[in-house]
């Protein structure tokens, strides 16, 4: 349940922020996004995914913790296909989480 009701909020959290920005706060995020693939972002650590979104990887690794509900001892030296093997999710969800945790830090 709780991981609907973050999803939810993450979407109107998007929906809120598209409708209400003008088009330099658009330039301002695509500074921001990070192009990689997949493939890629699976052979990273927490710390390595935090460093190129450039957050707090502590925050990354609970709000990562908590959305997939792991059970596991994970540091932010864990390779997210490690984490992947307690809980197979996509990649594209902690570019999303990445994202919503830098959008954050910024307002």
Known sequence: MNKIIFLIGIFILVVITGCASDQEHD?????????IEGKEMKLLTVQEVADLW???????LSTI???FDLK????VDTVLED???EYPFS?????????????????
């Open 27 to 35: 330039d301002e995020l695509h500074d921001h996004s990070i192009e």
């Open 54 to 60: 450039e957050i707090d990887s502590e925050v990354l």
């Open 65 to 67: 913790i908590i959305e």
């Open 72 to 75: 596991g001892n994970y540091t």
């Open 83 to 85: 984490i992947r093997e």
């Open 91 to 107: 990649p594209a969800i902690i570019k999303d989480i990445a994202e919503e945790i830098k959008i954050g830090v910024e307002s």
